[in-house]
């Protein structure tokens, strides 16, 4: 009997032993498994941007930056994006000065006076074209760029002199601080310093000063040809047209220029990269009258010279 109790006492403690190892099991299980649960790294969450933005400069540019701010603030509502003109000279000076964000040109910042160009950072987002505008019932579309410049310089003063109606050419520019304006210049007039005429700081006003003026000339960005309003000029027979200027034949064009102090901020930054994505320098883009920087077919260097990509 004795035996028999002994031999009952070991198989209860062996089974007990079997009982608390499969229960030392499981709980060593499950640490490992809370172990590897808490090591396994968790998918980094998208850090939801805030924050504002001023951003001034190029009139030519405030349609297309205008745009995509809109559509960069409908995906990020949190932030708040403010887009004001004022001519190139205005937006370079503001970025220097660090009272806006981006400055906007249609110009190199080397080509102003006054500014630090060593302390911008260049991010060039877009082409664009420019030309000439009239208004519509002057009687000519296209000007030899020779009689151009006589136009600018108040050498011609009527359009019947160049086949057109008998109106006296009012001519419509822009301030001084304009990039619009240098462009200009510098490719269709060939330097030449325009006569006096009407001075908007805004192309939009321009643009409503042709319309309504008889006998007015002025110039925009491709940008602003949206309706029949006004009438882009073509240039020694060359239309301009998107095509000509990717291909090097219409001579009036420009980088457009978003400027930052020093390297773009977080918010700035992320802004900037969305003017260089797919979504707006495919669609966007060509909707605002622009051209991709990525479908030029020559490229101009800070002295304006231009040579085949």
């Not at 070991?10 to 079997?18: D, F, Q």
């Not at 932030?79 to 906007?104: H, P, W």
């Not at 925009?220 to 009438?231: H, Q």
Request: net charge negative; with cysteine.
């Amino acid at each position: 009997m004795k035996r028999l109790k002994h031999l009952s006492l070991l198989t209860l403690l062996s089974a007990l032993m079997i009982i608390m190892a499969a229960c030392g099991s499981g709980t060593s299980n499950e640490k490992s498994e809370g172990n590897a649960s808490k090591e396994t790294p968790k998918t980094e969450e998208k850090q939801e941007l805030s924050g504002s933005l001023v951003i001034s400069g190029s009139s030519a540019m405030q349609p297309l930056v205008a745009a995509a701010a809109e559509e960069f603030m409908a995906e990020n509502p949190k932030v708040d994006i403010q887009v004001n003109a004022g001519g190139s000279g205005t937006g370079l000076s503001q970025v220097a000065e660090g009272s806006v964000q981006i400055g906007n040109s249609d110009v190199f910042a080397e080509e102003k006076e006054g500014i630090p160009a060593e302390e911008l950072v260049d991010h060039k987002v877009a082409v664009v074209g420019m030309t000439a505008a009239v208004n519509p019932k002057v009687g000519i579309k296209d000007i030899k760029k020779d009689d151009l410049i006589k136009v600018f310089t108040g050498k011609i003063t009527n359009w019947k002199e160049l086949g057109g109606e008998d109106q006296k050419i009012v001519l419509v520019n822009r301030p001084d601080s304009s990039g619009t304006r240098a462009i200009f210049n510098k490719f269709a007039l060939d330097g030449a310093t325009p006569a006096e005429g009407i001075t908007e700081d805004s192309s939009n006003t321009v643009k409503k000063i042709i319309s309504e003026t008889e006998g007015a000339i002025g110039y925009l960005a491709f940008s602003y040809f949206t309706d029949d309003s006004v009438t882009p000029l073509a240039i020694d027979g060359v239309e301009a047209k998107a095509e000509n200027v990717q291909s090097g034949k219409f001579p009036v064009w420009a980088y457009q220029h978003s400027y930052t102090k020093g390297e773009p901020t977080e918010l700035a930054k992320a802004f900037l990269d969305y003017l260089m994505s797919d979504e707006v320098q495919t669609t966007l883009l060509k909707e605002q009258g622009y051209l991709p920087v990525t479908k030029m077919k020559v490229e101009r260097d800070v002295e304006g010279k231009q040579k085949n990509i």
